[in-house]
């Protein structure tokens, strides 16, 4: 009996010293990873917000055999040390971290953490509005490959200041990302929020946020863009200024994909509203597809490039305000030019508002092309030169648009007879003035419109023209005409790399 005693003592102790083995290795380990975590942050945030000078580093540092603590500091303003996040954060050491062993968790990870806020100035007043404790609270789970797993809990919160409030319900998020940050996989959800506040006039506004979800799947492709999906949904949005002017928006969807081909990006924009309805009155609903297909993704991986060499140099240089001064004219550029050398196709299937009457729809279609060769200097070339064809159909009935103009009316304080009687005289005149300019029909009660150019040949709802003819009758020249001054300029050409 005293051997098998002493046995099962020595396996135990065996047990016990690699296992404690193993944890000190493993905080070795994560220390080790340390300056590397923070390097990584560093550029993803330089990357992202260009123009601010935030720092993310780490201090007091103390590791034990076991369990780690740190703080993690997030520098808002490097002139101002008391603008600061600061995350405290405990790092229980794999392979077996006691915090998983408590909740079940017997598989083998590098470490757990759990994250909360500290309570620095600038977070003072919320913490005082959450009972002085952290807003947020995170529980990881970080594996040997640096994979993360975190479910983010935020706190209910009534916070006041000035003549603004805010009421949240809380919240939670879990997120999943890989050790490079190239793959990302979010969802989070909460039951309301409203915010209410004082406008210049004195006047109470107050906005009302129900059942907001979200959802992120992401990944970095071969041309230096996060391909994947995002969608944002709320369930209701109401807004009021001293409980008049009401406005209420429900089922508003957000749809966002990107994906990638052999030499192409294809993205695509999806929005809906199911119902919009003012003080009392049903406007409708809407609804908007906006797809950009054959994207080239040379071009794109080359502008990519040409953001993260500035973002490097950046965190290198001591003043990097110039460095990474990269504004919305150059992004628009790049992506007008990577459109052109792709022969990318823009759509919208449809532009749509429905309403109890009929729904109007605005579709599209606009083939892109590059240049021809030309003597002409690249930056005069006008909009008609870097586009194959236009394909545009309008259909509005009139019952429809009769409605919307009724309802606008009566919002402004007419009575129902009143606003029928202007939403017919205006439905009218639009519908006429359309036809005298040759830019609408009106057949079966459908005001509408066709347009497709190609080849410097348009046909407008029947009617043939030149782009020259179309451009003097109707007083936009440049606009077509490709020999006119004073013309939409078209961004350079960036030749890609090579790799």
């Known amino acids: 009996m005293m051997k098998k005693s002493s046995l099962t003592i020595s396996v135990v102790a065996l047990l016990g010293a690699v296992w404690t083995g193993a944890s000190w290795y493993t905080g070795k380990i994560i220390e080790e990873k340390m300056p590397v975590l923070t390097d990584n942050m560093n550029y993803k945030i330089s990357s992202y917000l260009q123009k601010q000078d935030i720092k993310f580093t780490y201090d007091d540092y103390h590791r034990g055999i076991f369990s780690t603590k740190v703080r993690y500091v997030l520098q808002l303003n490097p002139d101002n040390t008391a603008e600061k996040i600061i995350f405290i954060e405990t790092i229980d050491h794999g392979?077996?971290?006691?915090?998983?062993?408590?909740?079940?968790?017997?598989?083998?990870?590098?470490?757990?953490?759990?994250?909360?806020?500290?309570?620095?100035?600038?977070?003072?007043?919320?913490?005082?509005?959450?009972?002085?404790?952290?807003?947020?609270?995170?529980?990881?789970?970080?594996?040997?490959?640096?994979?993360?797993?975190?479910?983010?809990?935020?706190?209910?919160?009534?916070?006041?200041?000035?003549?603004?409030?805010?009421?949240?319900?809380?919240?939670?998020?879990?997120?999943?990302?890989?050790?490079?940050?190239?793959?990302?996989?979010?969802?989070?959800?909460?039951?309301?929020?409203?915010?209410?506040?004082?406008?210049?006039?004195?006047?109470t506004e107050t906005l009302n946020l129900k059942s907001l979800t979200l959802r992120s799947v992401n990944h970095m492709g071969k041309f230096g863009?996060?391909?994947?999906?995002?969608?944002?949904?709320?369930?209701?949005?109401?807004?009021?200024?001293?409980?008049?002017?009401?406005?209420?928006?429900?089922?508003?969807?957000?749809?966002?994909?990107?994906?990638?081909l052999d030499?192409?990006?294809?993205?695509?924009?999806?929005?809906?509203?199911?119902?919009?309805?003012?003080?009392?009155?049903?406007?409708?609903?809407?609804?908007?597809?906006?797809?950009?297909?054959?994207?080239?993704?040379?071009?794109?991986?080359?502008?990519?490039?040409?953001?993260?060499?500035?973002?490097?140099?950046?965190?290198?240089?001591?003043?990097?305000?110039?460095?990474?001064?990269?504004?919305?004219?150059?992004?628009?550029?790049?992506?007008w030019q990577a459109a052109l050398k792709g022969n990318a196709i823009l759509k919208i299937e449809p532009l749509s508002w429905k309403n109890r009457q009929g729904e109007g729809t605005l579709n599209l279609q606009v083939q892109m092309k590059m240049p021809e060769s030309t003597t002409t200097d690249p930056q005069n070339l006008s909009l008609a030169s870097g586009i194959k064809k236009i394909d545009a159909r309008l259909n509005i009935p009139v019952v429809m648009l009769k409605e919307l103009i009724t309802q606008i009316s009566i919002l402004y304080g007419n009575s129902q007879e009143e606003s029928q009687k202007l939403a017919d005289q205006k439905v009218h005149s639009v519908a006429k003035l359309?036809?005298?300019?040759?830019?609408?029909?009106?057949?079966?009660?459908?005001?509408?419109?066709?347009?497709?150019?190609?080849?410097?040949?348009?046909?407008?709802?029947?009617?043939?023209?030149?782009s020259q003819s179309f451009s003097k009758l109707f007083n936009i020249a440049g606009l077509l005409n490709a020999e006119k001054e004073k013309t939409p300029e078209i961004p350079l050409i960036i030749t890609p790399s090579n790799s």
């Open 225 to 260: 863009v996060f391909l994947g999906e995002e969608k944002i949904a709320f369930k209701e949005i109401h807004s009021n200024v001293n409980d008049k002017n009401n406005i209420n928006l429900n089922g508003i969807q957000f749809y966002h994909k990107t994906n990638e």
């Open 434 to 466: 359309g036809e005298l300019l040759q830019f609408t029909t009106l057949e079966n009660d459908i005001i509408g419109s066709k347009f497709y150019f190609e080849n410097h040949q348009i046909d407008l709802n029947g009617q043939k023209f030149s």
């Open 263 to 335: 030499h192409a990006l294809n993205t695509e924009l999806n929005y809906s509203l199911d119902a919009l309805n003012i003080d009392g009155n049903d406007f409708g609903s809407g609804k908007l597809f906006v797809s950009l297909e054959g994207i080239d993704g040379q071009t794109i991986k080359h502008f990519m490039e040409i953001i993260k060499n500035k973002t490097i140099q950046s965190l290198e240089a001591e003043n990097n305000g110039e460095l990474l001064n990269t504004d919305q004219k150059d992004i628009t550029k790049n992506i």
């Open 95 to 203: 392979p077996f971290p006691i915090s998983q062993i408590k909740k079940g968790n017997l598989l083998p990870i590098m470490a757990s953490v759990h994250s909360t806020l500290e309570n620095t100035p600038i977070l003072e007043k919320i913490f005082t509005a959450n009972q002085g404790k952290s807003l947020l609270s995170a529980d990881s789970r970080v594996s040997y490959l640096g994979h993360h797993t975190s479910v983010i809990q935020f706190s209910p919160i009534n916070y006041e200041y000035q003549d603004t409030r805010l009421i949240f319900s809380g919240g939670k998020m879990t997120a999943n990302l890989s050790n490079d940050m190239n793959n990302a996989d979010f969802t989070a959800q909460s039951d309301a929020c409203t915010f209410i506040t004082q406008n210049d006039l004195k006047q």
